[in-house]
């Protein structure tokens, strides 16, 4: 079948983790490789670059199987986290719009596809369901040559399947009587408080300020510092959890409203060594301090919504009761900028010096 010679050929490239959002073309491929791999369900396809960076940076092989739809969704995550920081990352697509498409809406992004990714300079091969030693090599290729790529998988190739049944598990009630909470510090103050709880471990801080603010106050080789790509800090963080060690993400109310998927993707996950620090400042501080959708809304409550361990914290000390407990803090704080230099660290020295570090 073509589906396990595929399979055969991606983990001969020596792939060890698929991440996947379901396209109902290639649905039987994607049930066979949740029974043969390393599987991480993704719920939008940008939050896949991220999780892929922080697995690769950790010692692991990722590929992203994905409908040609979600190429457009992460364009500019691909070039400014994937490509920025010279990681590999191989994408499996499964190619819609050509070949017969019978969706209208599928055709004007599937057809131009193959163009879009000559723009990006990201090489590609068609998969035909016959070149599979082709497929290992241009995938292996790939990894070792830490750059990114894509394999157009063919529509015609693959038997019709059924959907799947299943019941859906009950909802389980949630708490309601969360903690008011009054903002007292600004981001800056919230990080040097709780400095010495950063010490030594990952940390994954938030593009701009936020990077050259924990730059300033405890820079260490553990720190991998984004200098792009908004919304992924929690996704690096969560693919870094694979490495067993203790995360701590540096998130901000304007990155996660941009992809609140991530908060799901955690804690469907559930990893017990991440903690999210969520500065919620109401604003976008790298840019001004324009107002985020923040100052109405509880992120606290989102982050429970998904599932994940909560707590709310204002001070330095009371998020040092927490941060070895919860998998997400709520952090309300003042909007403002600490003056800072500019990190001197290039994109690809930041992950030399990172992935140095966290791998020993």
């Given at each position: 079948?073509?589906?396990?010679?595929?399979?055969?050929?991606?983990?001969?490239?020596?792939?060890?983790?698929?991440?996947?959002?379901?396209?109902?073309?290639?649905?039987?491929?994607?049930?066979?490789?949740?029974?043969?791999?390393?599987?991480?369900?993704?719920?939008?396809?940008?939050?896949?670059?991220?999780?892929?960076?922080?697995?690769?940076?950790?010692?692991?092989?990722?590929?992203?199987?994905?409908?040609?739809?979600?190429?457009?969704?992460?364009?500019?995550?691909?070039?400014?986290?994937?490509?920025?920081?010279?990681?590999?990352?191989?994408?499996?697509?499964?190619?819609?719009?050509?070949?017969?498409?019978?969706?209208?809406?599928q055709?004007?992004?599937?057809?131009?596809?193959?163009?879009?990714?000559?723009a990006m300079?990201?090489?590609?091969?068609?998969?035909?369901?016959?070149?599979?030693?082709?497929?290992?090599?241009?995938?292996?290729?790939?990894?070792?040559?830490?750059?990114?790529?894509?394999t157009?998988?063919?529509?015609?190739?693959?038997?019709?399947?059924?959907?799947?049944?299943?019941?859906?598990?009950?909802?389980?009630?949630?708490?309601?009587?969360?903690k008011?909470?009054?903002?007292?510090?600004?981001?800056?103050?919230?990080?040097?408080?709780?400095?010495?709880?950063?010490?030594?471990?990952?940390?994954?801080?938030?593009?701009?300020?936020?990077?050259?603010?924990?730059?300033?106050i405890?820079?260490?080789?553990?720190?991998?510092?984004?200098?792009?790509?908004?919304g992924?800090?929690?996704?690096?963080?969560?693919g870094?959890?694979?490495?067993?060690k203790?995360?701590?993400?540096?998130?901000?109310?304007?990155?996660?409203?941009?992809?609140?998927?991530?908060?799901?993707?955690?804690?469907?996950?559930?990893?017990?060594?991440?903690?999210?620090?969520?500065?919620?400042?109401?604003?976008?501080?790298?840019?001004?301090?324009?107002?985020?959708?923040?100052?109405?809304?509880?992120?606290?409550?989102?982050?429970?919504?998904?599932?994940?361990?909560?707590?709310?914290?204002?001070?330095?000390?009371?998020?040092?009761?927490?941060?070895?407990?919860?998998?997400?803090?709520?952090?309300?704080?003042?909007?403002?900028?600490?003056?800072?230099?500019?990190?001197?660290?290039?994109?690809?020295?930041?992950?030399?010096?990172?992935?140095?570090?966290?791998?020993?």
């Open positions: 079948m073509n589906e396990e010679k595929l399979l055969d050929a991606i983990e001969n490239a020596g792939t060890d983790t698929i991440l996947n959002l379901p396209c109902g073309k290639i649905q039987n491929l994607i049930d066979k490789a949740k029974q043969r791999m390393e599987y991480i369900d993704l719920y939008r396809e940008e939050e896949g670059i991220g999780i892929s960076a922080g697995l690769t940076m950790a010692g692991h092989k990722p590929a992203m199987l994905i409908q040609s739809s979600g190429i457009g969704n992460c364009v500019n995550a691909i070039l400014s986290l994937t490509e920025c920081y010279n990681l590999p990352l191989p994408l499996i697509i499964s190619w819609r719009g050509v070949y017969g498409e019978k969706i209208e809406a055709k004007p992004l599937g057809q131009k596809l193959p163009r879009l990714l000559k300079d990201i090489p590609y091969k068609v998969y035909n369901g016959k070149n599979n030693q082709e497929i290992t090599n241009f995938i292996k290729q790939t990894y070792t040559e830490n750059k990114i790529s894509a157009l998988l063919r529509p015609d190739i693959w038997s019709e399947t059924e959907d799947h049944q299943f019941n859906r598990p009950d909802i389980k009630p949630r708490q309601t009587n969360y008011k909470a009054t903002a007292k510090h600004t981001r800056s103050e919230i990080i040097e408080g709780i400095k010495e709880q950063l010490k030594g471990k990952i940390v994954v801080s938030n593009i701009g300020i936020p990077s050259r603010e924990l730059y300033s405890q820079d260490q080789p553990t720190n991998f510092y984004m200098l792009g790509s908004l992924l800090a929690t996704p690096i963080g969560l870094l959890t694979k490495t067993e203790q995360v701590v993400v540096i998130d901000g109310d304007g990155s996660i409203l941009m992809n609140p998927t991530s908060l799901f993707t955690t804690a469907n996950i559930d990893p017990e060594n991440i903690t999210i620090l969520a500065i919620d400042n109401a604003s976008y501080g790298s840019t001004g301090c324009q107002q985020t959708a923040a100052k109405k809304s509880d992120l606290q409550q989102l982050a429970d919504s998904a599932g994940l361990k909560t707590a709310r914290a204002t001070t330095p000390d009371e998020i040092k009761q927490h941060i070895k407990q919860k998998q997400y803090i709520h952090i309300p704080t003042q909007p403002g900028n600490k003056q800072t230099p500019i990190i001197p660290y290039t994109a690809q020295e930041i992950k030399k010096r990172f992935t140095k570090n966290i791998q020993k």
